[in-house]
């Protein structure tokens, strides 16, 4: 009960952080639109396979990637991570660098019933909102036109995932998992126009906070297969599918329009043309199917593969150059273990991953889609094993893109550095002796 209540402890310590992060760990233009950059869904494993993993199973690390997964949890798993985002943006003539740590996700796994029954649940980051930019435009009547744009803010999904698992033969297993998020948080947007053209003219100037808090509901199957070759080696060859149901969060707004004259700086406020404060309103997020396929030399090597597809383009959005489309990602990954047991030797004990990424654009602005692609590598660091714990640190690396620098848009380099905590312990199992 005590280490139970340690494990606790730390999940409220680590989600405390989470929170205190969660409105600077981004600054891009592109998280103006929608709830903001959506946040990777995987987990220490995951991050150096480039996110993939709907296929993957473990015994004792969690895969937020397919909630079936969790059937194949055999030993009590608690796992944080803390991720760096370096960002260089350019629109082709000036850059400017962004670095933002933060955690990226908590979480507590474990066995209800061995080989039956996986129970997972933590919190994460949803979407991120960070934003501070000025474009001038120029009008033929008022002569130069500023807009000023700010935002902040993003959601944050507490999960808790089941799924049971059953026998179809003496080589087969299928597993079946549901996961309940709730996703929660404020969204803070503030614009400003200034018609710098003509120093007495009244400007524009209108804020939105919106606060979100719903639930949001996600299924999962995994199919496994063993087989062995020639030499009695065990693979395992795995399928995995996901789906995510298209929600409707309950939101409350609230707006302010006023109009002002004077710059940015040295406003005065003239007048309040409309108020409301919480009004009910909705914050639309689309569904989501996504499969993939792995195959697995026990304890040697690992190769998988994930398609997703996500129909953001049922979204509207309240721009006129700017609207979503269904995007579909795709990503691999591949780990190697030299030699598992070789415990004279640390390296070859040692986890190697790479990974690849695309994605098509689930955004466009100005007739130019926003994609992204990111390419991955890590390492994963056993430590001291003992009869009840395989613990291990995880790092891995990302270096990608995303956006272009033509047509009045930002492209976006980024570097982002994971460090991930695995601890294992049983529960539940009697000593046998003092």
Do not use: C
């Amino acid at each position: 009960m005590q280490k139970i209540s340690s494990y606790i402890f730390i999940l409220l310590i680590a989600f405390s952080s989470l929170e205190a992060n969660a409105q600077a760990t981004t600054n891009s233009p592109y998280s103006r639109y929608g709830v903001g950059i959506l946040r990777p869904e995987s987990t220490n494993q995951n991050f150096a396979l480039a996110g993939t993993g709907i296929a993957t199973r473990s015994f004792n690390s969690i895969n937020l990637l397919n909630p079936a997964s969790f059937s194949e949890l055999g030993i009590t798993t608690f796992e944080v991570a803390a991720t760096n985002n370096s960002l260089r943006m350019t629109d082709g003539k000036q850059n400017q660098y962004q670095n933002h740590p933060h955690i990226s996700y908590i979480a507590l796994g474990f066995p209800v019933i061995r080989n039956k029954w996986g129970m997972a649940f933590g919190a994460k980051p949803y979407s991120n909102v960070g934003y501070d930019y000025s474009t001038i435009t120029i009008d033929p009547n008022a002569g130069g036109v500023s807009y000023y744009y700010k935002g902040e803010g993003g959601l944050t999904n507490l999960f808790f995932g089941n799924a049971l698992k059953f026998k179809v033969d003496s080589t087969s297993m299928i597993s079946f998992g549901h996961q309940l998020s709730f996703l929660f948080g404020n969204i803070f947007n503030d614009r400003k126009v200034i018609l710098s053209g003509l120093p007495s003219a009244l400007n524009f100037w209108s804020t939105e906070n919106t606060h979100t808090g719903d639930f949001t509901n996600s299924f999962g199957v995994y199919y496994q297969k063993h087989f062995f070759n020639s030499k009695k080696e065990r693979y395992v060859l795995s399928f995995g599918a996901t789906y995510a149901l298209a929600s409707e969060l309950k939101s409350k707004k609230t707006e302010t329009i006023r109009t002002f004259i004077g710059n940015i700086d040295f406003g005065s406020i003239m007048d309040t043309i409309s108020y409301s404060e919480d009004a009910p309103t909705t914050t639309q997020l689309p569904s989501s199917v996504g499969g993939g396929v792995s195959l697995e030399k026990e304890n040697k090597w690992l190769i998988a593969l994930d398609v997703k597809s996500t129909n953001w383009g049922n979204i509207k959005l309240n721009e006129t150059i700017t609207n979503y489309k269904n995007n579909l990602s795709i990503s691999s990954g591949f780990e190697l273990i030299p030699k598992y047991d070789a415990f004279n030797s640390y390296f070859k004990r040692v986890k190697y991953r790479l990974g690849v990424r695309y994605s098509t654009a689930y955004l466009s602005i100005n007739n130019q889609d926003i994609s992204e692609y990111g390419i991955t590598f890590g390492l994963g660091l056993p430590l001291k094993r003992t009869d009840t714990s395989v613990p291990s640190i995880n790092l891995g690396v990302e270096y990608g893109n995303r956006g272009i620098a033509s047509n009045g848009l930002i492209k976006e380099t980024f570097v982002n550095l994971n460090f991930g905590l695995t601890i294992n312990d049983r529960w539940f199992i009697k000593r046998k002796y003092d």
